[in-house]
């Protein structure tokens, strides 16, 4: 992965919190460090000021990962070839690289704020509503 790529999720030289509004940091760091609470972040050699480093596009990633609940998606179709192939052990061919999709999500940057704050709704909204979360994954 190039260095343009991970600039583009993680920035040692620019701050989360001077790019976005500042309760809008604070939701975002509630909800990339819920579930941390459990766990010791000086035993996994992090902190949160390893927030500070990721990019809005990171946080929008980190977001959206963090709201899909595993148990509720099935296997997609990719999924299952990838299992296919294995079992066949065919290889596999990338048709779509990670690194052209950072190119494809990048193109929201202009409207990053919004489109951060529409997804911290979706997951507030989905922590009061038991079943929501395929539901959101469909939408996004």
Not at 18 to 28: G, I, S
Not at 34 to 47: F, H, K, M, Q, S
Not at 82 to 95: F, Y
Request: glycine share 4%; aromatic share 6%; net charge negative.
């Amino acid at each position: 992965m190039g260095m343009d790529i991970i600039l583009k999720l993680v920035n040692p030289f620019k701050k989360l919190s001077d790019q976005l509004p500042p309760e809008l940091f604070a939701r975002v760091k509630k909800h990339l460090l819920l579930g941390l609470d459990e766990l010791d972040l000086n035993d996994l050699g992090l902190d949160e000021s390893i927030i500070e480093m990721y990019t809005p596009l990171m946080v929008a990633l980190q977001l959206q990962i963090g709201s899909i609940d595993p148990e509720s998606i099935p296997l997609g179709i990719d999924i299952h070839f990838i299992n296919l192939a294995n079992q066949e052990q065919k290889p596999i061919i990338e048709v779509e690289s990670f690194e052209r999709q950072i190119l494809a999500l990048e193109t929201i940057n202009e409207n990053i704020i919004q489109y951060i704050e529409g997804l911290l709704e979706e997951i507030e909204k989905d922590e009061t509503s038991p079943d929501n979360d395929y539901q959101f994954m469909l939408q996004v």
